[in-house]
C-alpha cells in the first residue's frame, strides 16, 4: 500500500491539505481535524451512496451524521436540487457550525460546496471526491455552482473547503467513460503549464486506463500540485487562473447547447482542448503537427476530438455567455505550444466559425 | 432642500460610502462613479418600479439598463424568485462585469444582493433602499439571502455593496405601516448601543411619523452611522455584530410561524424587542419601569408589543433554527438597560416560555 501524500493549497487563511492516497475513507482522522462542530451533513448521489456513504459514516461515528442524496447527473445540478440539501439541513435543525461532506463526483462537490457556502451564509465543507474528474480537478480551488439553462456554472460562489480527501481506491469502482472523463482535464494540465507531465502522459496513457495504482497516484497528485500553483495565486480568476479553463468555453457550449448530461463534462472538454488547439493552428500559433499530437493522446484516452455534429450554428451563441466575456468581449484560452497557454481576445471571428464548423461535419 | 451627507463604511478593500438626501435618484454622478461596466439590471418589485424605475433610468441612461420587477412581499424572498433574477441577466447577456441595482425595500435589497453575490460567482451591486426599514437598516452591512419554509434567511451571503443611495423624498410614497416598521429597526438601535438616540426618538415620534425631514434626515443618518460602526468592526458577525439582532429570534419566528407576509419583519422585529425587554426583566437585569419605556415608545410608532396570538408553543421551535445557535445551544440578545445590549446563552428557559406565552395571550 502506497503512503499517504498531502499537498496544500496555500491561500492564507482559507489555506486547506489535499490527502491523496488508499483506503483513506476509513481514516477518521483525516475528517474530525477539520470538522469544528458536531453536526455533519454528507451530500452524495444514488450511484456513489451505496458504494461508500456507510463507510464514510463510520469514520464520522462520533458526530451527528445526516445524509442527502441527490439524483445522479449534471442535469441535477440545479438551484432546485440544491435546495433539497437546505431542505435536510433545517429539517434536522443543522446550525451554523454544521459542516459539510461532498461525497462523490464534480456534480455533487459543486453543488455541496454552493450549498455550504449559502447556508445561514457559509459553513464548512469537505470535499471527498470519488471520481478522478473531481480528484485531479473539480474538488481543489474552491469554485462551487450551480447550472441555469441558459449557461453552465452561473450561478455560484467561491468557497474553499476545510481539505480535500481523495481516496484513490475509489477510482476502483469508476465507469470507465468517467476515467476517461477524468483524463481530459488531466491533458489539459499538461497542455496548459507543464509539457513535462504531457510527456509522461503520452508514455502512461495506457497504465492510467489500466487503473495502475502508482500511474493513478502519480497523475492525481501531480494534476492537484498544478491546480494548487494556480490557485494560489489567483484564487478568484482576476487572472492567471483563467488558463485552467483550456478547453471549457468550447466545452460548456457544448454542454449547454447539447443538453446537461448527455455529454459528461470531461468528454465535452476534451473536444474543447482539441477545437482550442485547432484554432491556435488557424492563427498560426501552433504547427499542424502539434495538434495531431494532442488529437492523438486525447484520443488514446477515448475522448472526442471534435463535438456533436448539428449544434455548429448554436455553438457561437452559447459560447457568448462564458464567464470570461469582458464588456461582450469574448476571450478565450488557445495554445501557442505544448504548456504555453494564453487567454486572449485576439482570434479571427472567421477561424473561430470554421473550428467551430468542423464539429458540423461530424469529423 | 437639505445637503446630501455622506457617510463611510469601513471595510478595507470592501468599504463603501452611503449617500442620504433628497432627490438623490436624479444624480446620475452618484451611480456612475460606482459602475464598472456597460450593463446594469435594476430588481425591483410591482409596487416600487412604476414609482421611480424610470427616474432611475433615466440617470442610468449611459448603460443598457434593464429590469427585473419581482412581486412584492416577504413570502416572494424565495431561492424560486431569486432564480427569475437570474432568467433576466441570462436572457439579456449580462456578463461578469454587470452590476445589479436594488431599487426597493429590504426583500428587494435582500434578493438582489444575494443575486449579485452568485451571479458568475459574485458581481457588483448598488443598494437604492426606497423604504425606511430598508435606508436604515437591510440596505447596509452586506447581509443578503432569501427565506426558507422552515427559517428565515437561512441561504444567503455576505456582500457588501458599492454604495448605497437612500434618497429620503422616497419616502413620502411608502404606506404608514411600512413607515412604522422602520421605526422599528430605528428604535433597535438605541436600546442596543445609543441611549441618547432613544431619548431622542422619545422627544420626536411624532415627529418621525409626520415625515418631517429634519427628523426623518437625522433619524436615517443616526441609524446608518450606528450600524456602519458595528459592522465595520464585525463584517461577519462572530461577534458584536450579533447585537444588532435584539428582537429578531423572536421576531424571525414570528414572521416564519404566521407565514412570511402576513406580519411586516419591522412588527416582528418590534414585537420581539419587547419580549426581549420582558424577559431581561424576569432575569432581574432590567427594571419593569424600562420595559414600561419601552413598550410605551413601541406603541407610539404604532407597532405591536406581542406576538400574534395562538402561536406560542411553536414559537420555541422555530427560535431553534436561529443562525446565532451555536452547538444546538440557543443565544439571544437581552438587554442589561437602554443602550446594552448582551448576546447570552444563560436565560432561564422557564422565564422564556413565560415571555412567550405572554403573546398567546393575546395581549
Not at 475528517?31 to 448521489?45: D, E, K, T
Request: a negative charge.
Amino acid at each position: 500500500m502506497s503512503p499517504m501524500r498531502t499537498l496544500q493549497v496555500d491561500l492564507g487563511p482559507r489555506s486547506y491539505p489535499i490527502y491523496i492516497g488508499r483506503g483513506l475513507l476509513d481514516r477518521a482522522e483525516l475528517f474530525v481535524r477539520h470538522i469544528p462542530g458536531r453536526r455533519v451533513l454528507v451530500v452524495s448521489n444514488e450511484t456513489v451512496a451505496p458504494l461508500y456513504l456507510e463507510r464514510l459514516q463510520e469514520s464520522l461515528g462520533d458526530f451527528q451524521c445526516d445524509a442527502a442524496i441527490l439524483p445522479d447527473g449534471e442535469q441535477y445540478k440545479t438551484l432546485e436540487v440544491t435546495g433539497r440539501v437546505f431542505d435536510a439541513l433545517l429539517e434536522r435543525h443543522h446550525d451554523r457550525e454544521t459542516t459539510l461532506i461532498a461525497l462523490g463526483g464534480g456534480v455533487i462537490g459543486d453543488i455541496a460546496g454552493f450549498a455550504a457556502a449559502c447556508y445561514q451564509r457559509g459553513v464548512p465543507f469537505i470535499q471527498v471526491p470519488t471520481t478522478l474528474l473531481a480528484q485531479v480537478d473539480s474538488s481543489v480551488g474552491g469554485k462551487t455552482g450551480v447550472n441555469h439553462p441558459l449557461g453552465k456554472n452561473m450561478i455560484g460562489a467561491f468557497h474553499q473547503p476545510r481539505c480535500v480527501v481523495a481516496d484513490t481506491d475509489t477510482l476502483a469502482t469508476l465507469e470507465e467513460c468517467q476515467l476517461c472523463a477524468g483524463i481530459a482535464e488531466i491533458i489539459k494540465y499538461g497542455l496548459i503549464q507543464d509539457r513535462e507531465f504531457f510527456e509522461w502522459l503520452e508514455a502512461h496513457m495506457e497504465a492510467l486506463l489500466g487503473r495502475e495504482p502508482e500511474a493513478v497516484a502519480f497523475a492525481v497528485e501531480r494534476s492537484c500540485r498544478d491546480k494548487a500553483q494556480v490557485v494560489a495565486v489567483d484564487e478568484r480568476e482576476s487572472g492567471q487562473r483563467a488558463l485552467l479553463n483550456l478547453g471549457h468555453t468550447f466545452g460548456h457550449a457544448i454542454e449547454t447547447g447539447s443538453g446537461y448530461g448527455n455529454w459528461l463534462h470531461g468528454e465535452a472538454v476534451a473536444a474543447g482542448m482539441c477545437m482550442a488547439a485547432r484554432l491556435s493552428a488557424r492563427q498560426g500559433w501552433l504547427a499542424e503537427a502539434t495538434v495531431e499530437r494532442i488529437e492523438a493522446l486525447v484520443r488514446r484516452a477515448r475522448l472526442p476530438v471534435v463535438p456533436p455534429a448539428g449544434i455548429a450554428s448554436r455553438l457561437r451563441e452559447w459560447m457568448a455567455v462564458d464567464k470570461k466575456v469582458r464588456d461582450g468581449r469574448l476571450r478565450l484560452v488557445l495554445l501557442r505550444g505544448i504548456g504555453r497557454a494564453v487567454l486572449t481576445d485576439g482570434f479571427d471571428e472567421a477561424a473561430l466559425t470554421a473550428v467551430l464548423e468542423e464539429g458540423a461535419a461530424g469529423a
